[in-house]
């Protein structure tokens, strides 16, 4: 169910910011365009690369979540522990 609704995100997300930047500022620059200055790769190529490791690291932070729930039997066990972990770590 959560790589379902993790999809739907990433899915709808992109469709948006494609459609903002042919609505917005389709004339400012080209996805299919080369930047110099990002290992000659072309925007899309860079914003696809981004988003995918951005999914990646959802799913890692993902699993932690899962894992400190399966952990604890107290819900509030598992929160606190998270937060905790998540800031010192």
Known sequence: MMLGYSIYLYVMTG???????????????????????????????????SM????????LVLSVVFLFATLFRSATMAVTAGIVAFFCL
Do not use: C, E, R
Not at 16 to 44: E, R, W
Not at 52 to 59: E, H, M, V, Y
């Open 15 to 49: 469709a948006v910011a494609l459609l903002g930047k042919v609505l917005f500022v389709n004339d400012q620059f080209s996805l299919t365009a080369i930047d110099p200055y990002s290992n000659h790769l072309t925007f899309l190529q860079q914003w696809l690369a």
């Open 52 to 59: 995918s490791s951005s999914f990646i690291t959802l799913w």
